[in-house]
């Protein structure tokens, strides 16, 4: 370990009280990409707190890969709001539980599952298209919420009776996960009597209980079905969490993957929608490999340029744009020292577009992605996913969603932007197209797919 006394270097512009503050709220992926100029260590001060902002990519990963649990640990700015909305579910207990609960509910993820999963993809991408008109224009993220929202239930969720709970969970995060962004913006706002507060209460509320009759509707269920609740109210042990446990996953999982797919999707349209060349290359790709056939898991690993068009649109639009981490012990990054209980921020975002990485770091290049040109350095950058063992845990369930899902709705439609639509990035906990909206054509210069209709009894 490298020791030194060097304290990292201060950002410019802390206001007395504020400190950073201001300028965060003002403009955070401006300020973050600054702050990366400024060295792979810099500290910042929100409020009166110091902040260290880690810009290196090979700093990145020694905290999350080899300094996990051992230097460095779930926490850090921010940390305490979003955990007040998941509580101890998976994404936020710390590195001491989070081992056997991981192993508990990664096989829901497992790979062998991927086939079966691919197929409600597509139903649930066949079902939210088949409500679209040639020449609607749509807000892309609602209607890829709606989809991300349908396959959640359809894979996670599975037993008819938890659809209650699936509905009243989808009703209420929208408005938790609002009320969340305030009280990170300005501390102590958790505490006032506030229309907003009143709102994120009652929501609360009712999520809470349609979550425990779920609960209790699985505790009596004998049947095994292969879905996250099965893992978290085991038939065989259907107390092995407490209510308050399973309630915590239960919203982890929702927001972990709805949020970011929906975010995903809709940069995804957007970026397709203003780059003609790519575009067209993509559909050349989905007509050459998948023809009029419904799409199957076989499929995507022959859809490569669509996966690296979505590789590119994680790189430019990360939902997930910042992270923190606590210092567990006194230890160094950098050649700088930090005391334990230090907090520490990194941005998905900042990384993604360093140019001593990425060449032309703005452009929308989705050939950076073609095997031979990744270099180290681009690997260790790229961090859509997280890494080490608080990567997310529904990566490779996540990249099929999203191929699957832009197959289906690419190879019957194209989209273009709306002469109205101004989109500007929506930053809370994960970064979305805010305003976009897009003109839905039925391509047609192909016969329609004959698609995979939607699941029986639906
Ligand atoms: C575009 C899709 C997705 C993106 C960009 C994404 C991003 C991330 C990131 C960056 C992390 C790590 C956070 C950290 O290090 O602090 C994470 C963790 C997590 N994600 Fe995802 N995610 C996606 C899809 C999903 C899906 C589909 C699910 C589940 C249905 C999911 C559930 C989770 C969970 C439970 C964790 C916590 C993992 C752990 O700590 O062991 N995510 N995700």
């Known amino acids: 370990m490298t020791t030194t006394t060097d304290t990292a270097p201060s950002a410019p512009g802390a206001l007395p009280l504020i400190g950073h503050a201001g300028r965060l709220a003002r403009d955070r992926l401006g300020f973050l990409e600054e702050v990366r100029a400024l060295g792979p260590v810099v500290r910042i001060r929100l409020g009166r707190t110091p902040v260290h902002v880690v810009s290196a990519p090979e700093l990145v990963q020694r ?58 993809f ?30 959640l239930a359809r894979t996670l969720f599975l037993a008819p009776e938890d659809r209650q709970a699936v509905e009243a969970v989808q009703r209420n995060v929208p408005v938790m996960l609002s009320a969340l962004a305030t009280h990170m913006m300005v501390p102590g ?21 349609a979550v425990a009759a779920m609960v209790r509707r699985r505790m009596s269920d004998p049947v095994d079905h292969h879905d996250l609740m099965s893992a978290l109210v085991p038939p065989d042990r259907p107390d ?11 919203i982890t999982f929702f927001i972990g993957g709805t949020e970011t797919m929906s975010s995903l999707l809709s940069w995804t349209l957007h970026l ?47 939902p997930v744009w910042l992270l923190s981490r606590v210092v567990l012990v006194d230890t160094e990054l950098g050649g700088h020292p930090l005391p334990a209980g230090a907090g520490l921020l990194f941005s998905p975002y900042a990384l993604h577009r360093d140019p ?60 273009r932007p709306s002469p109205g639509g101004i989109p500007e990035p929506l930053l809370r906990m994960t970064m979305r ?20 209709g939607v699941l029986p009894g639906e």
Request: net charge neutral.
């Open 240 to 250: 092995a969490y407490t209510e308050q446990e399973v309630f915590d996953q239960v």
């Open 189 to 209: 706002s958790n505490r006032l009597p506030t229309p907003e507060n009143w709102r994120n209460a009652r929501a609360s509320r009712e999520t809470r209980a």
């Open 63 to 120: 905290m999350l890969v080899a300094g996990n649990g051992v230097e460095f640990d779930k926490g850090g700015p921010f940390f305490d709001q979003a955990a007040q909305l998941v509580g101890d579910g998976l994404s936020t207990c710390l590195a001491g539980p989070h081992r056997p609960m991981r192993a508990a509910l990664r096989p829901v993820f497992a790979r062998y599952q991927l086939p079966h999963h691919t197929e409600r």
């Open 356 to 415: 001593d990485v990425f060449a032309e770091p703005g452009r929308f290049d989705p050939d950076r992605w073609i095997e031979d040109r990744i270099e180290r350095r681009h690997r260790e950058a790229f961090i859509p996913f997280g890494a080490g063992a608080r990567r997310c845990v529904g990566d490779a369930f996540g990249l099929a969603e999203a191929q699957t899902a832009l197959a289906v709705i690419l190879r019957d439609w194209r989209v």
């Open 272 to 318: 397709l929608s203003r780059h003609r060349e790519e575009y067209e290359r993509l559909e050349t790709e989905l007509d050459e490999v998948l023809g009029d056939r419904p799409i199957t898991y076989q499929d995507l690993g022959r859809l490569t340029y669509l996966r690296r068009v979505i590789n590119e649109s994680l790189r430019l639009h990360p």
């Open 433 to 452: 197209p805010q305003g976009e909206r897009l003109v839905l054509d039925r391509r047609t210069d192909r016969a329609p797919s004959t698609g995979a």
């Open 122 to 151: 597509r139903d649930c991408a066949v079902e939210v298209t088949s409500a679209w008109r040639s020449g609607q224009v749509v807000e892309p993220y609602t209607e890829m919420k709606r989809f991300a929202v349908a396959v």
